[in-house]
T-cell receptor, first 112, second 116 residues
Framework: DAKTTQPPSMDCAEGRAANLPCNHSTISGNEYVYWYRQIHSQGPQYIIHGLKNNETNEMASLIITEDRKSSTLILPHATLRDTAVYYCIVRVGGGSQGNLIFGKGTKLSVKP | DTGVSQDPRHKITKRGQNVTFRCDPISEHNRLYWYRQTLGQGPEFLTYFQNEAQLEKSRLLSDRFSAERPKGSFSTLEIQRTEQGDSAMYLC??????????????FGAGTRLSVL
C-alpha cells in the first residue's frame, strides 16, 4: 500500500500557484519524497524529489516540513498543460529499493 | 529523443491469444521496470531487472506473464493466454542505479492492451 495520503482532486486558476499537499506521517529517516505527474494517456513524468531540505527545479518547488511528516509540491504559475494526476511517493533513495508504489494521486485541474 | 520507447502503443487481441510487448530503455540505464495501470488507478509494479538479472517480481505477475532482458538492454513482456482482466496500460521505466545517483525512474508512453 502507498505510504502517502493525497486529496483526490484540486482546482487551480491558470497563472496562479498550485499547492499540492501530501501526508507521509510514517516516513523513515532514509526515505525520500518523490513527485511524479501523469498527463492523460501518457506515462508518469518525474518532477522533483527531496529528503529534508526544500528543493527547487525548473518545474516545481518541494517544501518538506521539519518533522518530514508532510510536504507540498508547488507549481508557481500553473498553465493548462499542468492539468494531470500528481503522485507523491515515499521510497528509500539510491538503488536499494526497486519499485515505486503509487497511490491514486491528486487530479489537478487548471482552469482558464 | 533518447527516452524510454515502448512498442506497440496499442494492442487489441482476442481472449486466449499471446501478446508480447517491447521496451527500449534509455541507453546507459542499467535498471528496467515494468508496471501495469488500470483505469482510475495508479501504476502497479510488476517486475524489474538490473542489467539482465530479474531481481524482483510482484505477486501480480502470474504464471502467464514472463519478462526477459536477455542482453541487459531492451526487454520484452509476454502474456500468454490473455484474459479480459489483462486489459490495461503496460508501462516500462528505466533508471541508472548507482550509490551516488538519484535513481530516478523515467517512463515510456506505455502499451495499451485491450483483450476482447
Amino acid at each position: 500500500d502507498a505510504k502517502t495520503t493525497q486529496p483526490p482532486s484540486m482546482d487551480c486558476a491558470e497563472g496562479r500557484a498550485a499547492n499540492l499537499p501530501c501526508n507521509h506521517s510514517t516516513i523513515s529517516g532514509n526515505e525520500y519524497v518523490y513527485w511524479y505527474r501523469q498527463i492523460h494517456s501518457q506515462g508518469p513524468q518525474y518532477i522533483i524529489h527531496g529528503l529534508k531540505n526544500n528543493e527547487t527545479n525548473e518545474m516545481a518547488s518541494l517544501i518538506i516540513t521539519e518533522d518530514r511528516k508532510s510536504s507540498t509540491l508547488i507549481l508557481p504559475h500553473a498553465t493548462l498543460r499542468d492539468t494531470a494526476v500528481y503522485y507523491c511517493i515515499v521510497r528509500v533513495g539510491g538503488g536499494s529499493q526497486g519499485n515505486l508504489i503509487f497511490g491514486k494521486g491528486t487530479k489537478l485541474s487548471v482552469k482558464p | 529523443d533518447t527516452g524510454v520507447s515502448q512498442d506497440p502503443r496499442h494492442k487489441i487481441t482476442k481472449r486466449g491469444q499471446n501478446v508480447t510487448f517491447r521496451c527500449d530503455p534509455i541507453s546507459e540505464h542499467n535498471r528496467l521496470y515494468w508496471y501495469r495501470q488500470t483505469l482510475g488507478q495508479g501504476p502497479e509494479f510488476l517486475t524489474y531487472f538490473q542489467n539482465e538479472a530479474q531481481l524482483e517480481k510482484s505477486r501480480l505477475l502470474s504464471d502467464r506473464f514472463s519478462a526477459e532482458r536477455p542482453k541487459g538492454s531492451f526487454s520484452t513482456l509476454e502474456i500468454q493466454r490473455t484474459e479480459q482482466g489483462d486489459s490495461a496500460m503496460y508501462l516500462c521505466a528505466s533508471s541508472l542505479d548507482s550509490p551516488w545517483g538519484k535513481n530516478i525512474q523515467y517512463f515510456g508512453a506505455g502499451t495499451r492492451l485491450s483483450v476482447l
